[in-house]
Protein backbone atom coordinates (compact mmCIF):
# COMPACT_ATOMS: atom_id res chain seq x y z
CA UNK A 1 0.00 0.00 0.00
CA UNK A 2 0.90 3.37 -0.56
CA UNK A 3 2.23 5.26 2.17
CA UNK A 4 -0.38 7.62 3.27
CA UNK A 5 -2.26 8.76 6.45
CA UNK A 6 -4.62 11.30 7.46
CA UNK A 7 -5.50 12.69 10.47
CA UNK A 8 -7.34 12.38 12.22
CA UNK A 9 -9.44 9.85 11.22
CA UNK A 10 -12.56 10.99 12.66
CA UNK A 11 -13.69 14.61 14.15
CA UNK A 12 -16.77 15.68 15.69
CA UNK A 13 -16.91 19.76 15.68
CA UNK A 14 -19.39 22.43 16.01
CA UNK A 15 -20.62 24.67 13.27
CA UNK A 16 -18.02 28.01 13.14
CA UNK A 17 -15.06 26.69 14.11
CA UNK A 18 -11.81 26.01 12.40
CA UNK A 19 -10.90 22.40 10.86
CA UNK A 20 -7.81 21.45 9.68
CA UNK A 21 -7.26 17.82 7.85
CA UNK A 22 -3.77 16.32 7.39
CA UNK A 23 -2.50 14.29 4.67
CA UNK A 24 1.00 12.76 5.05
CA UNK A 25 2.42 10.62 2.48
CA UNK A 26 6.09 9.31 2.55
CA UNK A 27 6.57 8.05 -1.38
CA UNK A 28 7.50 11.64 -2.62
CA UNK A 29 4.84 11.57 -4.79
CA UNK A 30 4.51 15.45 -6.49
CA UNK A 31 0.55 15.87 -7.31
CA UNK A 32 -1.79 15.36 -3.93
CA UNK A 33 -5.54 15.69 -3.92
CA UNK A 34 -8.30 16.10 -1.39
CA UNK A 35 -12.16 15.33 -2.46
CA UNK A 36 -15.05 14.86 0.03
CA UNK A 37 -17.51 11.90 -0.84
CA UNK A 38 -21.05 12.49 -0.02
CA UNK A 39 -24.11 9.67 -0.76
CA UNK A 40 -25.66 10.56 -3.92
CA UNK A 41 -22.38 12.82 -5.36
CA UNK A 42 -19.55 10.33 -5.58
CA UNK A 43 -15.99 11.63 -4.96
CA UNK A 44 -15.76 15.36 -5.87
CA UNK A 45 -12.24 17.45 -5.69
CA UNK A 46 -11.83 19.94 -4.00
CA UNK A 47 -8.46 21.20 -3.93
CA UNK A 48 -4.73 20.06 -4.93
CA UNK A 49 -1.58 20.33 -5.22
CA UNK A 50 1.02 19.76 -7.84
CA UNK A 51 4.29 21.13 -6.22
CA UNK A 52 5.14 22.22 -2.93
CA UNK A 53 3.18 25.78 -2.65
CA UNK A 54 1.44 25.38 -6.03
CA UNK A 55 -2.07 23.99 -5.19
CA UNK A 56 -5.28 24.83 -7.45
CA UNK A 57 -9.09 24.38 -7.24
CA UNK A 58 -11.29 21.83 -7.55
CA UNK A 59 -14.89 21.60 -8.37
CA UNK A 60 -16.00 22.13 -4.98
CA UNK A 61 -13.52 24.38 -3.10
CA UNK A 62 -15.81 27.21 -1.52
CA UNK A 63 -15.09 27.36 1.94
CA UNK A 64 -12.01 25.50 1.74
CA UNK A 65 -8.87 26.30 1.59
CA UNK A 66 -5.45 24.51 1.44
CA UNK A 67 -1.75 24.55 1.90
CA UNK A 68 1.68 22.44 1.12
CA UNK A 69 4.81 23.31 2.76
CA UNK A 70 6.39 20.16 2.24
CA UNK A 71 6.12 17.64 -0.18
CA UNK A 72 4.86 15.49 1.94
CA UNK A 73 2.37 17.24 4.01
CA UNK A 74 -1.21 18.31 2.71
CA UNK A 75 -3.70 20.55 4.79
CA UNK A 76 -7.34 20.82 3.91
CA UNK A 77 -8.77 23.72 6.25
CA UNK A 78 -12.42 24.73 6.64
CA UNK A 79 -12.07 28.13 8.06
CA UNK A 80 -15.27 27.96 9.54
CA UNK A 81 -17.17 24.49 9.30
CA UNK A 82 -20.81 24.69 8.54
CA UNK A 83 -23.07 21.36 8.13
CA UNK A 84 -22.77 20.72 4.64
CA UNK A 85 -19.62 19.96 5.12
CA UNK A 86 -20.17 17.25 7.04
CA UNK A 87 -18.73 14.39 4.77
CA UNK A 88 -15.90 11.90 4.33
CA UNK A 89 -12.97 13.38 3.20
CA UNK A 90 -10.22 11.94 0.94
CA UNK A 91 -6.50 12.44 0.08
CA UNK A 92 -5.16 10.64 -2.47
CA UNK A 93 -1.31 10.89 -4.28
CA UNK A 94 -0.52 10.17 -7.90
CA UNK A 95 2.52 9.18 -9.74
CA UNK A 96 5.08 11.23 -10.80
CA UNK A 97 3.88 11.32 -13.88
CA UNK A 98 0.94 13.79 -13.02
CA UNK A 99 -2.91 12.99 -12.63
CA UNK A 100 -3.90 11.34 -15.28
CA UNK A 101 -1.56 7.86 -13.79
CA UNK A 102 -3.12 6.31 -10.74
CA UNK A 103 -3.56 7.85 -8.05
CA UNK A 104 -3.06 6.43 -4.76
CA UNK A 105 -5.95 6.79 -1.73
CA UNK A 106 -5.57 7.05 2.03
CA UNK A 107 -7.89 5.59 4.56
CA UNK A 108 -10.43 8.91 4.74
CA UNK A 109 -11.58 11.12 7.74
CA UNK A 110 -15.10 11.26 9.03
CA UNK A 111 -15.75 14.66 9.55
CA UNK A 112 -19.10 15.52 10.95
CA UNK A 113 -19.86 19.17 11.62
CA UNK A 114 -23.15 19.80 14.32
CA UNK B 1 -20.00 18.39 -12.63
CA UNK B 2 -19.64 14.58 -13.15
CA UNK B 3 -18.02 13.54 -15.98
CA UNK B 4 -18.43 9.61 -15.87
CA UNK B 5 -21.68 7.65 -14.87
CA UNK B 6 -21.80 4.32 -13.73
CA UNK B 7 -24.71 1.60 -14.83
CA UNK B 8 -26.67 -0.01 -13.54
CA UNK B 9 -26.25 1.64 -9.77
CA UNK B 10 -26.82 -1.52 -8.33
CA UNK B 11 -25.91 -4.71 -9.05
CA UNK B 12 -26.65 -7.84 -6.91
CA UNK B 13 -25.25 -11.75 -8.04
CA UNK B 14 -24.19 -14.79 -6.70
CA UNK B 15 -20.63 -15.85 -6.61
CA UNK B 16 -19.49 -17.50 -9.46
CA UNK B 17 -21.31 -15.24 -12.26
CA UNK B 18 -19.92 -12.46 -13.87
CA UNK B 19 -20.61 -9.16 -13.36
CA UNK B 20 -20.51 -6.34 -16.13
CA UNK B 21 -20.09 -2.50 -15.03
CA UNK B 22 -20.89 0.27 -17.59
CA UNK B 23 -19.29 3.74 -17.20
CA UNK B 24 -20.32 6.66 -19.91
CA UNK B 25 -18.91 10.04 -20.02
CA UNK B 26 -19.45 13.13 -21.87
CA UNK B 27 -16.24 14.79 -23.35
CA UNK B 28 -12.90 13.56 -24.82
CA UNK B 29 -10.58 11.97 -22.44
CA UNK B 30 -6.86 11.00 -22.16
CA UNK B 31 -7.40 7.60 -20.38
CA UNK B 32 -10.29 6.22 -18.22
CA UNK B 33 -9.51 4.38 -14.68
CA UNK B 34 -11.81 2.10 -12.89
CA UNK B 35 -11.65 2.39 -8.64
CA UNK B 36 -13.12 -0.12 -6.23
CA UNK B 37 -13.88 0.90 -2.42
CA UNK B 38 -14.76 -1.61 0.05
CA UNK B 39 -16.96 0.06 2.83
CA UNK B 40 -15.41 2.46 4.86
CA UNK B 41 -11.82 2.16 3.30
CA UNK B 42 -10.44 4.49 0.56
CA UNK B 43 -10.27 3.68 -3.02
CA UNK B 44 -7.89 1.04 -4.81
CA UNK B 45 -7.16 1.84 -8.59
CA UNK B 46 -7.93 -1.51 -10.60
CA UNK B 47 -6.88 -0.74 -13.99
CA UNK B 48 -6.37 1.95 -16.32
CA UNK B 49 -6.82 2.18 -20.23
CA UNK B 50 -5.93 4.80 -22.25
CA UNK B 51 -8.03 6.04 -24.98
CA UNK B 52 -5.84 4.50 -27.73
CA UNK B 53 -6.52 1.26 -26.16
CA UNK B 54 -9.58 -1.00 -26.86
CA UNK B 55 -9.16 -3.70 -24.34
CA UNK B 56 -7.55 -4.19 -21.38
CA UNK B 57 -7.06 -7.61 -18.87
CA UNK B 58 -5.57 -7.72 -15.06
CA UNK B 59 -6.38 -10.79 -13.37
CA UNK B 60 -9.98 -11.49 -13.74
CA UNK B 61 -10.75 -8.00 -14.65
CA UNK B 62 -11.47 -7.56 -17.77
CA UNK B 63 -11.94 -3.47 -19.39
CA UNK B 64 -13.08 -1.86 -22.51
CA UNK B 65 -13.10 1.71 -24.16
CA UNK B 66 -15.06 2.68 -26.76
CA UNK B 67 -13.97 6.26 -27.07
CA UNK B 68 -16.80 6.82 -30.28
CA UNK B 69 -19.49 6.05 -27.98
CA UNK B 70 -17.89 7.55 -24.98
CA UNK B 71 -17.91 4.09 -22.75
CA UNK B 72 -16.24 2.13 -20.73
CA UNK B 73 -17.00 -1.60 -19.26
CA UNK B 74 -15.50 -3.20 -16.80
CA UNK B 75 -16.48 -6.98 -16.30
CA UNK B 76 -15.51 -9.01 -13.30
CA UNK B 77 -15.34 -12.69 -14.15
CA UNK B 78 -16.30 -15.79 -11.61
CA UNK B 79 -16.98 -13.21 -9.04
CA UNK B 80 -16.47 -13.77 -5.30
CA UNK B 81 -17.72 -12.83 -2.10
CA UNK B 82 -14.88 -10.70 -2.00
CA UNK B 83 -15.47 -8.56 -5.02
CA UNK B 84 -18.95 -6.74 -2.92
CA UNK B 85 -17.92 -2.86 -2.86
CA UNK B 86 -18.28 0.08 -4.82
CA UNK B 87 -17.12 0.65 -8.49
CA UNK B 88 -16.18 3.77 -9.92
CA UNK B 89 -14.93 5.08 -13.02
CA UNK B 90 -12.99 8.09 -13.41
CA UNK B 91 -11.72 9.82 -16.50
CA UNK B 92 -9.59 13.06 -17.37
CA UNK B 93 -10.34 15.50 -19.56
CA UNK B 94 -8.17 16.00 -23.12
CA UNK B 95 -7.45 19.59 -21.89
CA UNK B 96 -7.01 18.96 -18.40
CA UNK B 97 -4.62 16.34 -17.67
CA UNK B 98 -3.87 17.23 -13.75
CA UNK B 99 -7.26 15.98 -12.71
CA UNK B 100 -9.46 13.19 -12.22
CA UNK B 101 -13.40 13.40 -12.30
CA UNK B 102 -15.27 10.82 -10.27
CA UNK B 103 -18.60 9.10 -11.06
CA UNK B 104 -20.65 8.19 -8.59
CA UNK B 105 -19.96 4.77 -8.44
CA UNK B 106 -21.94 1.93 -8.27
CA UNK B 107 -22.73 -0.94 -6.00
CA UNK B 108 -21.78 -4.68 -6.14
CA UNK B 109 -22.93 -7.19 -4.54
CA UNK B 110 -21.55 -10.94 -4.74
CA UNK B 111 -23.51 -13.23 -2.80
CA UNK B 112 -22.43 -16.02 -1.25
Known amino acids: DAGITQSPRHKVTETGTPVTLRCHQTENHRYMYWYRQDPGHGLRLIHY???????DKGEVSDGYSVSRSKTEDFLLTLESATSSQTSVYFC?????????????FGPGTRLTVL | SQQGEEDPQALSIQEGENATMNCSYKTSINNLQWYRQNSGRGLVHLIL?????REKHSGRLRVTLDTSKKSSSLLITASRAADTASYFCATDYQGGSEKLVFGKGMKLTVNP
Open chain 1, 92 to 104: AISNPGGGTDTQY
Open chain 1, 49 to 55: SYGVKDT
Open chain 2, 49 to 53: IRSNE
